[in-house]
C-alpha cells in the first residue's frame, strides 16, 4: 500500500443491505467505498430511528452515472437527504408527489412536500427548502425510490383508516 492510499472503510452491515449503487459494478464498488467514508452521517439517522420506523433504502447521489457523496435514506416512516452533516427530511405523511425527471446526463427524483405545493407560489424559491431532489444513475433506481416511498404511503393509509 503506498503512503498516500488508505484501508476502506468497512461498511456496516445494515446499511450494505439497503444500499442500492451504480449502474456498473465499478461504480457500486465505489459507492459503498464513498458510504464507507461517511457513513458517520447515515448512522446518525438510522441510530435514533423512532418506534416502528425501519431503513428501507439508501440511494448515493449520481452524476452522469458517476457516484458522489450525497445520500438518500428512505425508511417507512420519512425520506432523508443527507449531505455531509446537512439533513433535509419530510415525512411521508407530508409528501405530495413523488416526481421522476429524466435529463441527458442525469436522472432526478424529485420529493415534494404538500407544504411545497400549498404554502408557496410557483415561482417561490423558498418552496424548494421543502423539496428533496436527488440524482440517481439509471431509471431503476429512480423508480426503487419512488416505489419504496409510496409503499409507506399506502401503510401510512391503511393505518389511517
Same mark, same amino acid.
Given at each position: 500500500? =503506498?503512503?498516500?492510499?488508505?484501508?476502506?472503510?468497512?461498511?456496516?452491515?445494515?446499511?450494505?443491505?439497503?444500499?442500492?449503487?451504480?449502474?456498473?459494478?465499478?461504480?457500486?464498488?465505489?459507492?459503498?467505498?464513498?458510504?464507507?467514508?461517511?457513513?458517520?452521517?447515515? /448512522?446518525?439517522?438510522?441510530?435514533?430511528?423512532? &418506534? =416502528?420506523?425501519?431503513?428501507?433504502?439508501?440511494?448515493?447521489?449520481?452524476?452522469?452515472?458517476? &457516484?458522489?457523496?450525497?445520500?438518500?435514506?428512505?425508511?417507512?416512516?420519512?425520506?432523508?437527504?443527507?449531505?455531509?452533516? %446537512?439533513?433535509?427530511?419530510?415525512?411521508?405523511?407530508?409528501?405530495?408527489? *413523488?416526481?421522476?425527471?429524466?435529463?441527458?446526463?442525469?436522472?432526478? *427524483?424529485?420529493?415534494?412536500?404538500?407544504?411545497? !405545493?400549498?404554502? %408557496?407560489?410557483?415561482?417561490?424559491?423558498? !418552496?424548494?427548502?421543502?423539496?428533496?431532489?436527488?440524482?440517481?444513475?439509471? &431509471?431503476?433506481?429512480?423508480?426503487?425510490?419512488?416505489?419504496?416511498?409510496? !409503499?409507506?404511503?399506502?401503510? /401510512?393509509?391503511?393505518?389511517?383508516?
Amino acid at each position: 500500500m =503506498g503512503i498516500f492510499n488508505s484501508a476502506p472503510a468497512r461498511v456496516d452491515p445494515s446499511l450494505e443491505d439497503i444500499f442500492i449503487g451504480g449502474c456498473a459494478e465499478k461504480h457500486r464498488d465505489k459507492g459503498l467505498s464513498i458510504l464507507g467514508k461517511k457513513q458517520r452521517y447515515v /448512522l446518525a439517522i438510522t441510530s435514533a430511528l423512532r &418506534p =416502528g420506523e425501519e431503513p428501507v433504502l439508501l440511494a448515493i447521489a449520481s452524476s452522469a452515472g458517476k &457516484p458522489h457523496g450525497d445520500f438518500l435514506l428512505v425508511t417507512n416512516q420519512r425520506s432523508a437527504e443527507i449531505s455531509g452533516s %446537512y439533513v433535509k427530511e419530510i415525512e411521508h405523511g407530508e409528501v405530495a408527489e *413523488v416526481e421522476i425527471i429524466a435529463g441527458e446526463f442525469k436522472i432526478s *427524483v424529485f420529493i415534494h412536500s404538500q407544504t411545497s !405545493r400549498l404554502d %408557496y407560489n410557483p415561482n417561490d424559491n423558498r !418552496r424548494f427548502d421543502h423539496i428533496i431532489m436527488h440524482n440517481v444513475a439509471t &431509471p431503476r433506481q429512480a423508480s426503487q425510490i419512488r416505489e419504496a416511498i409510496e !409503499r409507506s404511503l399506502d401503510e /401510512l393509509r391503511v393505518t389511517r383508516s
